[in-house]
Nanobody, 114 residues
Framework: QVQLVESGGGLVQAGGSLRLSCAAS????????MAWYRQPPGKQRELVAS???????NYPDSIKGRFTIYRDNAKRTVYLQMNSLKPEDTAVYYC????????WGQGTQVTVSS
């Protein structure tokens, strides 16, 4: 089973930036489409960004232009660069395989103050 470890969250003011990292424990990572998800307080988990094993990316309209997902297959790591953060971006952020999920990691908390 693949283990996922997210890091890089924290407290930031609106308009600020953070870069999240997610390290995977197995080389199968390199052959999987990956995604970042988030779960705001009291809400369901939602997709934030996805990237294919070849590097093609996709974002929901609410995220486009602010977040960038990228990956380093040699390091088995996927990243999420978040710019122009808003209070509504406050959530626990997770990464996982897109589609059939592996076991969820602990996530990393992102809190954006107004």
């Amino acid at each position: 089973q693949v283990q996922l470890v997210e890091s890089g969250g924290g407290l930031v003011q609106a308009g600020g930036s953070l870069r999240l990292s997610c390290a995977a424990s197995a080389t199968i990572f390199s052959f999987n489409n990956m995604a970042w998800y988030r779960q705001p307080p009291g809400k369901q988990r939602e997709l934030v960004a996805s990237i294919t094993y070849g590097g093609s990316t996709n974002y929901p309209d609410s995220i486009k232009g602010r977040f960038t997902i990228y990956r380093d297959n040699a390091k088995r790591t996927v990243y999420l660069q978040m710019n122009s953060l808003k209070p509504e971006d406050t959530a626990v952020y997770y990464c996982n395989s897109l589609g059939v999920h592996w076991t969820w990691g602990q996530g990393t908390q992102v809190t954006v103050s107004s």
